[in-house]
T-cell receptor
Framework: GENVEQHPSTLSVQEGDSAVIKCTYS??????FPWYKQELGKRPQLIID?????GEKKDQRIAVTLNKTAKHFSLHITETQPEDSAVYFC??????????????FGQGTRLTINP | ETGVTQTPRHLVMGMTNKKSLKCEQH?????MYWYKQSAKKPLELMFV???????ENNSVPSRFSPECPNSSHLFLHLHTLQPEDSALYLC?????????????FGPGTRLTVL
């Protein structure tokens, strides 16, 4: 079935430390994995994404790694700052009805950066 | 206003009311989506429209009725809702839907059903 598991559900780190959020997906045909950040009371916004033909992608302090064999991908945030505090959602594509892809989201991780 | 906008931002309605949520995208995109975001649950896809045609329906109850009159506007008509339908309803758009392009979200409508 369509399933994306995300862990942990909450994460608290000291400012300057690194944070890692992990997701697993159920369908080996999934080929696109975005990460969204949702600050309190605001809309989800894409922060980084990776496609299945790439194992790792980095954008400044944020990186995503993908292990297709194990069907899991991770978000890495280095040198965390207070503004990184938010809920982070992973997602993966699944083939829905009518042969079309859609995004299925993980449950979310509430990240808190402690000053 | 640029991006994806939604109105109203907050809505309180009784179970017998009929109301509509509106979404508008100013990005020239061809696909639009309705998501439901409940507390402690993942974002749930409700409907997908591509070029004004509905292409995905995750077995959403008929008390939710979408309408896409053109590629820039999307509505969600609500009638005889239940208290468990209280949630944040998010609209999103993307350039294309089959290629799972980046989805841009609106600010959402916080719906409370009494």
């Amino acid at each position: 079935g369509e399933n994306v598991e995300q862990h942990p559900s909450t994460l608290s780190v000291q400012e300057g430390d690194s944070a890692v959020i992990k997701c697993t997906y159920s369908d080996s045909a999934s080929n696109y994995f975005p990460w969204y950040k949702q600050e309190l009371g605001k809309r989800p916004q894409l922060i980084i994404d990776i496609r299945s033909n790439v194992g790792e992608k980095k954008d400044q302090r944020i990186a995503v790694t993908l292990n297709k064999t194990a069907k899991h991908f991770s978000l890495h945030i280095t040198e965390t700052q207070p503004e990184d505090s938010a809920v982070y959602f992973c997602a993966a594509t699944f083939w829905g009805e009518w042969g079309a892809q859609k995004l299925v989201f993980g449950q979310g991780t509430r990240l808190t950066i402690n000053p | 206003e640029t991006g994806v906008t939604q109105t109203p931002r907050h809505l309180v309605m009784g179970m017998t009311n009929k109301k509509s949520l509106k979404c508008e995208q100013h990005l020239g995109h061809n696909a639009m989506y309705w998501y439901k975001q409940s507390a402690k649950k993942p974002l749930e896809l409700m409907f997908v429209y591509s070029l004004e045609e509905r292409v995905e329906n995750n077995s959403v109850p008929s008390r939710f009725s979408p309408e896409c009159p053109n590629s820039s506007h999307l509505f969600l008509h609500l009638h005889t809702l239940q208290p468990e339908d209280s949630a944040l309803y998010l609209c999103a758009s993307s350039q294309l839907w089959t290629l799972t392009d980046t989805q841009y979200f609106g600010p959402g409508t916080r719906l409370t059903v009494l």
